[in-house]
């Protein structure tokens, strides 16, 4: 039998007693677990100076985007894309997540049009006008991690893809005022999923989003095409990604037989993501990296 002692030092390193401290914060999550849902466990749950270096990550993440942002246009490579975030991250004293991340090549992820996902820069790889490109960018500073990732339109963009790109962003925001304590990651995905599916879109099924901040990819993953009220319930401290890849056809996709790792729409219909990094706060939730 475990027994709890109300008066020793609280779990989360605030120094407080238990029972002054996270004690009926666990009571509450307990309820939940009884009545059957999924519920963080407490390294999920991170403390505030974690959250504290998770943020000075994700400013230079958002740093990077932003240098993205001023310079990405038509004639730019994927390669030259890649040279920027590996010296605008490193600048900073920080190091670009995916570089050799499991075997990943580049220092960032570039997403043209039907690549849903995971893209590698090259120096073959042009920007053209009318094409679309996600940006995804994911930072280490002092073992912290960020995580966002931004769309591009470059040039003239037909209304058909501009459309695209405006829902998938519309879905992650619909998504992000889901975001409170005692809600459910479930409430979320549907609330993308709806939205998606409401303009015609349908939402990848088999790439989520994920915990982060002490390592790139955390538990819980998370589903965009999941349902009110199921999921793990999301308490204050958690921090994931909303992340929703959005195909104009059909969710299935294809992973490349040649590099493992680009993934695209198995229609290879155009596919948008935005990406934003989220804390569960008190009272709501906290936007750390976009
Ligand atoms: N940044 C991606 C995400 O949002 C993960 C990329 S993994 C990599 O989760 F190895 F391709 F970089
Ligand atoms: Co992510």
């Excluded at 500073?141 to 519309?170: A, W």
């Excluded at 979320?188 to 409401?198: P, R, Y």
């Excluded at 088999?206 to 990819?217: L, N, P, Q, S």
């Excluded at 729409?265 to 989220?278: F, G, L, N």
């Amino acid at each position: 039998m475990h027994i709890i002692n109300r008066n020793s030092p609280c779990w989360c390193g605030s120094g407080l007693k238990y029972k002054k401290c996270h004690y009926d914060f666990d009571q509450r999550i307990s309820y939940f677990r009884n009545q059957g849902h999924m519920v963080p466990d407490h390294d999920m749950i991170k403390t505030p100076a974690q959250i504290a270096g998770i943020r000075e990550s994700a400013k230079v993440n958002i740093a990077v985007l932003d240098y993205v942002a001023e310079h990405i246009q038509a004639g730019v490579t994927t390669e030259e894309i890649d040279r920027w975030v590996y010296e605008q991250t490193t600048r900073c004293g920080a190091v670009p997540a995916p570089l050799h991340y499991e075997g990943f090549p580049k220092s960032v992820c570039t997403s043209v049009n039907e690549v849903v996902c995971h893209g590698i820069p090259s120096a073959g790889q042009v920007l053209k006008d009318g094409d679309i490109i996600n940006v995804d960018c994911s930072t280490i500073l002092n073992g912290y991690f960020s995580d966002s990732s931004r769309m591009f339109l470059i040039g003239n963009v037909t209304s058909d893809k501009q459309r695209l790109v405006e829902v998938t962003k519309e879905c992650m925001y619909l998504g992000l005022e889901q975001v409170k304590p005692w809600n459910f990651l479930g409430d979320m995905g549907q609330a993308i999923n709806d939205h998606a599916t409401e303009n015609g879109y349908q939402v990848v099924r088999d790439i989520g989003g994920h915990g982060v901040g002490i390592e790139f990819h955390e538990d819980p993953w998370i589903s965009y095409v999941s349902t009110k009220g199921t999921d793990m319930l999301m308490v204050p401290g958690m921090i994931f990604t909303i992340e929703p890849m959005i195909n104009m056809g059909t969710w299935e996709v294809t992973i490349d037989e040649e590099d493992d790792w680009t993934v695209r729409t198995a229609d290879r219909k155009p596919s948008a993501q935005w990406e934003i990094q989220v804390l569960v706060t008190e009272d709501g939730h906290e936007v750390i990296a976009y």
